[in-house]
């Protein structure tokens, strides 16, 4: 609401004239306190939405559907049959994966993959913006599928081997802003945030890309997570920025009418 920003606006305004007031060593102390709440707060507005085991399970569901629109699962024999009539004319094929009903239920457009294949073709297939796969395909709907026309076969094992090693990513870009909030002073809960948890902490030493620049000027993050475009949006982004310019506005004012009453001037 407009009153709200503007209200805002005045504060950083009076916050700003007064930074001066404070002393080096209090500048720094707060940009650091408000650079570690801010990585908590970018922490938690990055896909998955939140912060706790809700929000990696959400993630983990999303890898599964994600996987399972692109791939058809196999036992060993259907594997060795596709791999087979593969090498026959595609309406023996199409004859050879047709039930009783007279339903296509695997394709001879349909690739075969293994356990070295399936992450270059789960890349392929993802959406550059939102790196989901659910619209995989749909661009050739001349097989008869109304999601995911390309896809693949694989072994099931293989199949949900891969699965969990990716649901294990889950997180990443989170870590780069928890690798952030680490080195500013650690994971401590933000006000109607919450904390950064144990599970997105562990992803820190392995994939936890994130950098700080403090300085009595300004605090600089960086997650250099290559997709962190597609797991936090603008608009997100520019919404965690104006609240937490807000909570560091509040505390500077306060700061100077502390030490003003400390020094018997209020």
């Given amino acids: 609401m407009k009153p709200s920003l503007i209200l805002d606006n005045k504060k950083i305004n009076k916050a700003l004239k007064q930074w001066k007031k404070l002393t080096q060593e209090e500048q720094v102390t707060e940009l650091m306190k408000s650079g570690r709440s801010l990585a908590v707060r970018l922490a938690n507005a990055t896909q998955p939405f939140g912060l706790d085991a809700q929000a990696r399970k959400k993630g983990e569901n999303a890898v599964l559907q994600d996987i399972v629109a692109i791939t058809k699962p196999l036992s060993r024999h259907w594997m060795d049959e596709a791999s087979r009539f593969k090498q026959l004319d595609p309406a023996a094929f199409r004859r050879r994966f047709t039930n009783k009903a007279g339903q296509v239920w695997l394709e001879e457009e349909d690739l075969e993959l293994n356990s070295s294949s399936i992450k270059e073709f ?15 395909g749909m661009g050739d709907l001349n097989i008869g599928r109304h999601k995911a026309a390309n896809r693949g076969f694989i072994l099931k094992v293989q199949q949900q081997k891969y699965i969990k090693e990716t649901q294990k ?9 928890a690798k952030c909030a680490s080195e500013l002073g650690g994971f401590d809960g933000v006000k109607g945030v919450g904390k950064i948890q144990n599970w997105i902490q562990k992803l820190i030493s392995k994939y936890g890309s994130g950098s700080i620049i403090l300085t009595d000027k300004y605090v ?28 560091l506005a509040k505390s500077v004012i306060a ?5 003003s009453k400390k020094a018997g001037f209020a």
Avoid at 169 to 176: T, Y
Avoid at 255 to 259: D, E, L
């Fill in 220 to 247: 600089k993050l960086t997650n250099s997570t290559p997709w962190i475009g597609r797991a936090l949006g603008r608009s997100a982004l520019r919404k965690t920025l104006d609240i937490q310019r807000g909570t």
């Fill in 122 to 136: 789960h890349q392929k297939m993802r959406n550059k913006g939102n790196g989901r796969t659910t619209q995989a």
């Fill in 169 to 177: 990513k889950v997180g990443i870009a989170k870590a780069g802003w």
């Fill in 255 to 259: 700061i100077v009418k502390h030490n």
